[in-house]
């Protein structure tokens, strides 16, 4: 397996980790449908909590939560719509970014709360 694969999974672990240690209850990881695809989908009490996570081995070159960029939240979005029909979910929901810098067992864990909102879609006619 490649080695920013690895990486990857690693960080997502320490970011899983992370969540239940702090009272998240984890409904998913990795899911799918179709093309779409959530990280980590978690629930606290009141809410459904989408997290995104990125990792990265250091922090010279570009801020993780920094790869979240436009089209990136688009999908989110649009796999959280999905997600919340598919299982029937009457709750709100929140978007999370955990970027998750250095090797493990040694990560820095930032924990990004409501990192972006749904964008407001403007239509023509």
Same mark, same amino acid.
């Given at each position: 397996?490649?080695?920013?694969?690895?990486?990857?999974?690693?960080?997502?672990?320490?970011?899983?980790?992370?969540?239940?240690?702090?009272?998240?209850?984890?409904? &998913?990881?990795?899911?799918?449908?179709?093309?779409?695809?959530?990280? =980590?989908?978690?629930?606290?009490?009141?809410?459904? *909590?989408? *997290?995104?996570?990125?990792?990265?081995?250091? /922090?010279?070159?570009?801020?993780?939560?920094?790869? *979240?960029?436009?089209?990136?939240?688009?999908?989110?979005?649009?796999?959280?719509?999905?997600?919340?029909?598919?299982?029937?979910?009457?709750?709100?929901?929140?978007?999370?970014? =955990?970027?998750? =810098?250095?090797? /493990?067992?040694?990560?820095?864990?930032? &924990? =990004?709360?409501?990192?972006?909102?749904?964008?407001?879609?403007?239509?023509?006619?």
């Amino acid at each position: 397996m490649a080695q920013h694969t690895d990486l990857g999974k690693e960080g997502e672990a320490a970011a899983l980790a992370y969540l239940k240690a702090n009272g998240y209850q984890i409904r &998913h990881i990795n899911w799918h449908r179709g093309h779409l695809e959530l990280d =980590i989908v978690a629930q606290t009490d009141d809410e459904l *909590v989408i *997290v995104e996570v990125k990792t990265r081995s250091g /922090s010279d070159w570009q801020s993780p939560e920094d790869a *979240v960029n436009n089209t990136k939240i688009n999908r989110i979005i649009a796999a959280t719509d999905c997600y919340i029909k598919y299982f029937d979910i009457d709750l709100p929901a929140r978007f999370d970014i =955990i970027s998750v =810098i250095g090797h /493990s067992p040694n990560f820095e864990i930032d &924990h =990004i709360e409501d990192a972006f909102y749904p964008p407001v879609r403007t239509y023509r006619r």
